[in-house]
């Protein structure tokens, strides 16, 4: 069988296609899926015989799917591929050099990568199929062959090491294993956010996303709002107004002189500057201090998809009305 050293274990401390250790050596209490596609419990017995057996078995050609806590398995979710296991080989343990753990080396997908490196999911799961088990006792089982395979944050085998907390143990390696985000920070971010801990890499880019999306319409209302106000004549028309108010947006002084000299041209009265800054400043959406941004922004989206003809800044101001009362 193929024997790798943990040396080539992959650093994920910048996470990366390569080596990683995906079951420890053990006796590890899980669930097991029978050919009727029922979960029966039982005890998994990894140890040399059987990670020897899982490595000759191999993957496929095209590789091994791994998903997010075996979702793929449920018609109505999602099979996106978070990597790809591309080889499996054995791993002389830390405590123990003649007893292997399993490794495979796995191809990250855009999907995958920042899951690993924001500690979205720290550990593997891995998955066996009974037909593919030998039955040593009543309820334990030793695998010949990986079905399967996950990343979870609620792993079976007690045994795994954190994916984001494993360095390649290379003495020439210099760096440290302080990671640049630490879990702390992570939870923290989530709560701001709005999620949970059990958040996917999705609900976080989405969360993300969307307070951008928040931002940006508070600032473009904000702008809409001062060029409405500086231009009290109504010398402007909508395009016009439009057209200055995405400058406001793009740099605030330059658009206010762009905006008076515009107005000087007609005689308005240039002198008067634009509304008090507290009277249109975009509200705070993080912390807990005023949360609604978000829902104005998903409402006006639903008035966009309702109204087609309608455009974005008209949705969301009519969005910041029905929700905010203004």
């Known amino acids: 069988m193929k024997i790798i050293q943990r040396s080539a274990l992959a650093n ?9 250790i995906i079951e420890a050596a053990g006796e590890h209490s899980c669930h097991i899926t029978t050919p009727e596609g029922e979960q029966v419990p039982a005890v998994m017995i ?27 398995h449920d018609m109505s ?9 591309r080889e499996l080989a054995a791993c002389p343990r830390e405590d123990d050099a003649g007893s ?51 990343l979870t944050n609620r792993p079976n085998n007690p045994g795994q090491r954190p994916i984001t907390n494993r360095l390649a143990a290379n003495p020439n390696n210099n760096q440290t294993t302080k990671m640049n985000i630490t879990e702390s920070d992570m939870m923290t971010a989530l709560a701001k956010l709005g999620l949970g801990e059990e958040a996917t890499g999705e609900d ?8 951008q999306l928040s931002v940006q319409n508070s600032e473009q209302a904000a702008a809409e709002e001062i060029v409405k106000n500086t ?22 002084e330059r658009g206010l002189r ?26 705070a959406v993080l912390g807990g201090q005023q949360p609604g941004e978000m829902m104005v922004a998903n409402r006006a989206r639903e008035i966009q998809r309702s109204c087609p003809d309608k455009n974005w800044t008209t949705c969301y101001n009519e969005a910041r009305r029905e929700l905010c009362g203004r």
């Open 12 to 20: 994920q401390r910048k996470p990366s296609d390569g080596w990683q």
């Open 77 to 85: 979710q999602s099979t996106e591929a978070l990597a790809w296991v």
């Open 204 to 211: 976080l880019l989405k969360a993300i996303d969307d307070l």
């Open 231 to 252: 231009d009290t004549e109504g010398e402007l028309d909508k395009e016009e107004q439009q057209l200055y108010a995405d400058e406001v947006v793009k740099n605030r």
């Open 258 to 283: 762009l905006l008076n000299r515009r107005l000087r041209k007609t005689g308005a009265n240039h002198n008067r500057g634009p509304v008090a800054p507290s009277a249109v400043r975009p509200r």
């Open 100 to 150: 292997y753990d399993l490794a495979a080396w796995l191809e990250l997908t855009a999907s995958g990568r920042p899951l690993i490196a924001g500690k979205v999911y720290k550990h593997f799961s891995t998955e066996y199929l009974l037909e593919h088990c030998e039955q040593v006792a009543e309820d334990s089982y030793r695998p010949q062959r990986l079905d399967g395979l996950a």
């Open 46 to 72: 990894i140890d040399n015989a059987a990670i020897e057996a899982i490595v000759e078995a191999g993957v496929p050609a095209e590789g091994l799917l791994v998903d997010k806590d075996h979702l793929s």
